[in-house]
């Protein structure tokens, strides 16, 4: 409406224009006339008419020049109307946005000196754009940036979408996060003037990321937690598990606690051996369980300690803490004005087994969701390994008790190899016990030596305890032992390294020995220390085709043997063994440690 008004204005202006034109022309045209015709000195009424009509004639083109000119005068004022009238409302719709953007939007000189800045700049900074039009970039910025944001500006001045991150300082000295792009600014000769920029507050992406991180932080905890749980074998490390937990939050104390009837008895070392750090565990043989508490002593903010660390009393604490998870059945959380609790239950089997509690101090604000879900899902990992465990152990207990019973049913076939069978596995349980071997491992070379012959229930009992020399017919027959007593147990599901030791214990490190002839490395220890003792017991035995060796023919043997035959570890422990009588061997005719109970 406003347009059109200035477009009415104009137009009439624009037509009085026009007429004042016309008539200081014909005013000027008439003139003209009166001197001409003066001047040529005529004054007839033909000549005053002759003027008037050549007044008229020349009045009627100028009208028509000026009249034609005007209009496209006209159209070309009204284009540049609605022109300008564009280029404001497109201005305007641009200073708008400028005005409301939440960045910051400035322009400033070579040196720095703001020359324009949109009101987001007040807000952010706290000072007003007149303020701000009067000082140089630097007056915005935090003391450690004073000098930087500078130096990099005429580092970087042929640089365009230079991006900078540094915090800005508002009026009350609050430091603010931005990210500051650059652009520069040249004259038509390519000379610098100045810069136009951009400040980004960045404040809530610095949250997020920071939340980000934090979320990495716990998934590499839980990876972590995770990765040893896989890997554990037989006692589950709870003091490295509380540690990663505690390390990865602000958690001051933690402990894990299984009941009298949690299917874990597993025993853990109480020892210490982080300075930094403490970890107590207590244990009643009388009252099994398992208690572990760790103390982070480093300082996060307070936190006495004394809720539920193992020194300060925190063993009955965290009974009670046990108690009211089992009955809530869920996670429990308190906080005694000095500290905040977190008590997760340790579900084995779908049955409450015990608890995982951790305190944080009053000043963490407590645990935050992420935290919850880290913590529950360790105490979940946790519980799944302790069901593995126990699968585990029952499962190596049918296997032991299926060897017994294996055993057993040869002493009908043949009562020497069935004696032979287990004071060899009493005497490699006692060498692998010496040479460091797990008890894991000291189990299944056990139930290895008791399976090691089992091939010769194949075999004529008549071959087997004949008293003669054996013919290469019966000697390969008797050979043939070890691929049959493997073929044998290949239905049981063994483990791969207890059918080894059935296949190798006649193996040889110089690859005299059989069935395939192997030689050093591809023969496992236990399968090497399997095949030393079947010699040495053999030996030490007696048969009814020869009475038992002496102890020096034994030692002599192992001797002759080593590092050829035998591994050298392996014949030195034993050389030490029969020498100190610490094993009671056949040649000694007494009764035998039991070999397996």
Known sequence: MASEIVR????????QLEALILLMAGATLASLQIVHYMLLGTGSAFTALQMLLDWIFGMAVIFLLVHFSFREIIKIHNELVLQREQATKAEKRIQHIIDTTQDIIFTLDSEGNFTFANKAIEEVSGYTIDKILTNNIKYLLSPEYKTFVPDQLKRFKEVAGRHLYVDLMKSD???????????????????????????????????VEKAQKEKEKYLKAIARVGQILLETRKDIPYK??????CHTSEINNAFIMLGD????????????????????????????????????????????GASISGDTGGEGVAKDLMQLSKKEGAIVSTCNGTSSNLILPVMVNSEFAGVVGFEKPVAASGFKPVEINLLATSATMLAQTIERQNAGKQIKQHFVHLTKMMSKAMFAVDPYTVSHQERLASLAAFIGEKLGLTEDELEW?????????????????????????????????????????????????????????????????????????IRKDQLSLEARILGICDVVEA??????????????????????????????????????????????????????VPAMT
């Open 261 to 304: 009837d949690s299917p874990d008895k597993n025993r853990e070392s109480n020892t210490v051996s982080k300075p930094e750090s403490s970890v107590t565990g207590s244990e009643s043989p009388e009252n099994p369980k398992v208690y572990i508490s760790y103390t982070d002593k480093e300082d996060k903010g307070g936190g006495t």
């Open 240 to 245: 490295k598990i509380l540690e990663i937990l």
């Open 8 to 15: 009415k204005d104009s137009k009439v202006q624009i037509r």
């Open 445 to 517: 070379l056990q139930v290895g030596a008791l399976l090691h012959d089992i091939g010769k229930a194949a075999i004529p009992n008549t071959i087997l305890s004949k008293p003669g020399k054996l013919t290469d017919e019966e000697w390969v027959l008797i050979r043939s032992h070890v691929k049959r007593g493997y073929e044998m147990l290949q239905g049981m599901n063994l483990p791969e390294h207890v059918m080894n030791m059935v296949m190798n214990h006649h193996e040889r490190l110089n690859g005299s020995g059989y069935p395939h002839g």
């Open 173 to 207: 000295g609050t430091l603010v996060p931005v990210e500051l792009s650059f652009i520069p600014i040249k004259n038509r000769d390519g000379e610098l003037i100045g810069f136009q920029g951009i400040a980004r507050y960045i404040s809530e992406r610095k949250e």
């Open 539 to 592: 030996m030490s035995s007696h048969r009814p085709y020869r009475p038992a060796r002496k102890k020096d023919e034994i030692i002599e043997e192992l001797q002759t043997g080593r590092e050829k035959l035998y591994d050298a570890r392996v014949v030195d422990l034993l050389v030490d063994v029969i020498e100190r009588d610490e094993f009671a061997f056949g040649y000694q005719t007494a009764n035998l």
